[in-house]
């Protein structure tokens, strides 16, 4: 059965949601707009205004929602959750207000899989509750995405790891209680085995920020860059802080960041909606020449195209998800992979035309599109770049085919017209075909 419906009892949550988001979210966005603003748990001012927001979402049971029911959350499935993430997604708040921000989402997940129980009562607990926020330290400045390439180095020295090495680009470093490190184990093991996961402190000697490297929404003159280049220097941490075996690093960091991938496509659905709300507002309000914008056929087209790519994508986007609840662990990997690349695309090409529509006034900071615009860029190299999904997808997509049997393709016309001549020949013969 194919059913695109969705429950009246569900319906009025993300009813009172999208309410709740529009009227207490957005408006954060405003008043805290710092891309590390809702990740700073010293920040007093924003934590007097969260506190109670959260609080309020957590007596409506939708607290967490992306995690089950053993840990807190409402096991709604990944089908609600994406219906949920994109109203969440019209507000850069709205995941820390709802508990599903990342990668505290994605580190929670690794931990309550993966974690030993002291693990989790140390830093699970805290982190579900919104006490404290996390770090995923992966990528190193020479190896980008690509983990065969990682040399950050755990060596065994009694009961303890000693890590050394460089990580780029993990975000809010600066605000995390822990960061969760990626290291080599073995260097000479076979590729997915060298790697092992690591739980560290922010108050362990050797952990130095070099820097808070600023995208280029962030001031690098007020140190408001969010993304740490780190060396880990001679960094020791108790044996017990390995963070599942030695060498399953790799195994770790997949469960994590198919999870934070559809997340955030789910979330990318939720924010294209808003820009072409922003772009049907304007083109009916605008007059040129004598008439309004709407009345112009290429603005037409503008959101023709924003309205049909965006239901395509949120059908994939669902699907997805119901590949994720219905289907076999694994299943979902080409379908993630599949939103990944799509969502970079969406993304920049509503907002880009909502920008358009929006002229001079569109490009300004008085808008919050240059904002959406400029952080869309990341959505195509964060958790892996475009290219590197694509070519995923592909592969997969190739091991449903096998090459021609012979010289020419299968669908070529002569040997196939033949077949179907000879099958019926009396036919032929007797209408002379
Ligand atoms: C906003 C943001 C937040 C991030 N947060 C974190 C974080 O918290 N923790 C963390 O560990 N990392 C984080 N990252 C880093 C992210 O994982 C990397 O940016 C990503 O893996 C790509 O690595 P790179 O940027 O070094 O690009 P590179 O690996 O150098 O790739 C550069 C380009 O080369 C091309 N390319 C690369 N590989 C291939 C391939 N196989 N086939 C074809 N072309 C290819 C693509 O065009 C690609 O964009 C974040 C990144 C961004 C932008």
């Not at 506190?51 to 990944?78: D, F, I, N, S, T």
């Not at 939103?339 to 969406?346: F, G, H, N, P």
Request: one cysteine or more; glycine letters at 8%; aromatic letters at 8%.
């Amino acid at each position: 059965m194919w059913d695109f419906s969705t429950d009246a009892d569900f319906q009025e949550k993300l009813d009172w949601m999208a309410t709740f988001v529009r009227e207490e979210c957005e408006p954060l966005d405003l008043l805290f707009g710092h891309a590390g603003d809702p990740y700073d748990v010293d920040n007093q001012a924003a934590r007097k205004i969260l506190k109670p927001l959260q609080e309020r979402v957590q007596e409506e049971g939708l607290w967490a929602c992306h995690l089950g029911p053993e840990l807190g959350g409402q096991g709604y499935g990944q089908v609600k959750l994406g219906l949920m993430n994109e109203i969440l997604g019209r507000s850069y708040w709205a995941p820390t207000v709802f508990g599903t921000a990342a990668p505290d989402t994605g580190n929670a997940e690794i931990l309550a899989m993966f974690g030993t129980q002291e693990q989790k009562d140390r830093y699970l607990q805290p982190l579900l509750d919104g006490d404290i926020v996390s770090c995923f330290s992966m990528t190193e400045p020479q190896a980008g995405s690509d983990p065969k390439e990682f040399t950050c180095r755990a060596t065994k020295d009694g009961d303890s790891w000693v890590i050394e090495g460089e990580k780029w680009f993990s975000s809010n470093a600066r605000y995390a209680e822990f960061l969760i490190v990626m290291a080599v184990t073995d260097p000479t093991a076979r590729a997915h085995q060298r790697l092992s996961m690591f739980i560290v402190p922010k108050e362990t000697p050797g952990l130095k920020i070099v820097r808070n490297v600023a995208t280029m929404l962030e001031r690098p003159e007020l140190d408001e860059g969010t993304h740490a280049y780190i060396h880990y220097d001679q960094v020791r941490v108790p044996a017990d802080h390995m963070l599942g075996g030695v060498g399953e690093g790799f195994t770790v960091a997949q469960a994590r960041l198919g999870g934070g991938r559809v997340h955030h496509a789910m979330r990318t659905v939720g924010k294209c909606q808003r820009a072409l709300d922003m772009m049907c507002e304007r083109a009916l309000s605008r007059r040129t020449q004598g008439e309004l914008l709407a009345d112009k056929q290429a603005v037409l087209h503008y959101i023709a195209d924003s309205r049909i790519e965006l239901e395509q994508f949120r059908l994939l986007v669902l699907k997805t998800a119901w590949v994720i609840d219905n289907q076999p662990h694994g299943t979902a990997r080409e379908y993630i992979a599949m939103c990944k690349v799509q969502m970079a695309k969406i993304y920049h090409d509503i907002i880009q035309r909502a920008i358009q529509v929006h002229g001079s006034l569109g490009t300004t900071t008085e808008l919050p599109l240059y904002d959406w615009w400029a952080g869309g860029l990341s959505l195509a190299l964060a958790d892996g770049p475009t290219e590197v999904h694509k070519n995923g997808v592909g592969k997969q997509t190739l091991k449903g085919y096998t090459a021609a049997p012979g010289l020419f393709p299968t669908e070529h016309i002569p040997p196939r017209l033949e077949a179907v001549r000879a099958k019926y020949a009396d036919v032929v013969e007797e209408f002379a075909l």
